[in-house]
């Protein structure tokens, strides 16, 4: 009978333990496929919440497509007269647009939002330009009142749309270079990015911390394993760190290799005009291996000439197969002719024809 109790006490404490490691602490969360848009994981993801500094996600993409972020300005007084978080710039001091950014992005720099504001536009037609990127994007539960996610009344967004919006910005190489960045030196400054991650988790590529008292943290990470791209939002988390751990981790395991082609299959043929053959098989360059989710459909199409003529030689390169999932396109390789195919020799003249004609009278 004691061993009985004890085994069930034992059964009681792990189904504890596992609830416990499974907990999410966060309001409001979720996690997606940043090139298919397929949510792996999500907690309430469409709750309307404010996300605090995560806003500079937005402010930073804007800034970018408006071009021209090496270009310089003169800080004016008011772009420092800002709370919270930031880069310290100076009134009168000379400083890049692209310094700004690092400076918005990996100090928090509220300051720095104010200033890129200022000189992208001015404060209140850069946060219209922020609502009309948000309302181009779908965005549909996301507005912005400020560049810098200090506390206002209609500035908010989803754990989803910010996800979503951040799949959008990381396609871009410079807002992918500047939130990847763990440490820099520029402006006269050195700035140490706040975001954990890019230390804590493996392939951590960014993107964005935030907290204020009202909003609590807020948390945006991205990591790659594999060929694949994943994005976590936490909206409210006190546990934000390793909420973003388990949560990437979980929704990596999701994903399994499948071997899509060995070196040297055939994977397709192409038509050869004038040659000996009227076709030539098409040869894989290398193993192709993807890892994939459960239901994702992978289709294969062949990048080249939709025909080639005559001498064709073996091995020389024809094209390449692109493997995708929708429209983003998953793993590449290269393609070559299987084998020789000469060239069919000149078809004969009438006259010759002729006299093969007669000569053939008298054999």
């Known amino acids: 009978m004691r061993r009985w109790r004890t085994r069930v006490l034992m059964c009681l404490f792990l189904v504890l333990l596992c609830g416990r490691a499974g907990a999410m602490s966060a309001q409001s969360a979720v996690v997606i496929d940043a090139d298919t848009g397929e949510v792996r994981y999500e907690h309430n993801a469409d709750a309307v919440l404010p996300m605090a500094s995560t806003t500079k996600i937005m402010t930073a993409i804007v800034a970018i497509e ?28 000379t400083v890049s647009i692209r310094d700004t950014l690092y400076g918005l992005m990996l100090m928090s720099g509220n300051d720095a939002a104010l200033a890129i504001a200022g000189e992208c536009g001015g404060q209140e037609a850069f946060v219209q330009a922020m609502n009309d990127k948000a309302e181009t994007l779908g965005l549909t539960n996301t507005h912005f009142e400020n560049p810098n996610g200090l506390d206002r009344e209609t500035h908010h967004t989803t754990a989803r749309e910010l996800a979503e919006l951040t799949a959008y910005a990381l396609q871009n190489a410079d807002f992918r270079e500047i939130v990847s ?3 820099i030196t520029c402006a006269g400054r050195t700035m140490v990015n706040h975001n954990k991650m ?6 951590a590529i960014g993107v964005k911390t935030g907290y204020t008292k009202k909003c ?3 948390l945006v990470s991205a990591a790659e394993r594999n060929g694949r791209t994943l994005i976590a939002v936490t909206l409210n988390d006190p546990d934000d760190w390793n909420d973003h751990c388990t949560m990437l981790d979980e929704a990596f395991a999701q994903y399994t290799p499948v071997t899509l082609h060995e070196a040297g299959d055939t994977v397709g043929e192409v038509t050869v005009e004038g040659g000996t053959a009227q076709s030539v098989p098409l040869i894989a360059g290398h193993e192709v291996t993807a890892y994939l989710a459960p239901g994702e459909q992978v289709t294969d199409s062949l990048r080249g000439r939709p025909f080639v003529y005559a001498t064709v030689a073996g091995g020389d390169y024809y094209g390449e197969i692109v493997y995708q999932i929708g429209e983003h396109i998953l793993k590449t390789d290269t393609l070559s002719y299987a084998y020789d195919v000469e060239q069919l020799p000149p078809r004969k003249g009438i006259l010759e024809r002729c006299l093969d004609f007669v000569r053939g009278l008298f054999d």
């Open 198 to 203: 890019l230390s804590l988790y493996e392939g």
């Open 181 to 183: 960045t763990k440490n």
């Open 66 to 93: 408006q071009g021209d972020i090496d270009r310089t300005y003169t800080v004016k007084p008011e772009y420092t007269q800002t709370e919270g978080s930031s880069m310290y710039l100076k009134p009168g001091e």
């Open 216 to 218: 609590g943290r807020c």
